[in-house]
């Protein structure tokens, strides 16, 4: 089974009119919760509407298809980001982000594998490239054609395994 991006039509507009709602979307999150990372969340959305949009092959209706694309989020601390285009995406109600950072909440403040669509626990500086390559070694040494991303913030570069 071959698993294709959502919307492989979606052109640049198409594109960057997703990327405002995101940027409306996350900065609501923030504001409701009285919590968040505001620049790191805005410095990423496009490359994630990009990724989950166009590029990653990834089925929010089976999301642990071993086929599918790994995306690994090493900049945990722009999970906004993040959860606002795996809820776009339909991992999970975009009603759900309503509760980001609330109290029994799956959406907490860096991503964690309860929040569907989110491959890795991170947030602890540094440790998302070594899981991405540990990732993409996997495949290669299964066979496998899937195809691993991640996205490291500039505050992690020096620090853990990077």
Not at 85 to 94: H, N
Not at 101 to 124: C, D, F, K
């Amino acid at each position: 089974m071959q698993i294709r991006p959502a919307n492989p039509l979606l052109d640049v507009r198409d594109l960057e009119l997703k990327s405002i709602q995101y940027r409306k979307t996350l900065l609501s999150m923030i504001k409701r919760a009285n919590s968040g990372h505001t620049a790191g969340s805005l410095s990423c959305v496009d490359i994630l509407n990009v990724l989950y949009n166009r590029v990653l092959r990834v089925d929010p209706q089976n999301p642990t298809d071993p086929d599918r694309d790994r995306y690994i989020h090493s900049k945990g601390h722009s999970v906004e980001a993040l959860y606002t285009v795996l809820a776009d995406r339909g991992f999970f109600p975009v009603e759900e982000l309503d509760t980001f950072e609330q109290y029994g909440t799956r959406l907490i403040g860096h991503p964690t594998r309860n929040a569907p669509g989110v491959e890795q626990n991170t947030g602890a500086l540094g440790h998302g490239l070594s899981l991405a390559v540990g990732t993409a070694l996997a495949a290669k040494k299964d066979g496998r054609a899937y195809r691993v991303f991640t996205i490291l913030g500039d505050g992690e570069l020096t620090e853990g395994s990077v």
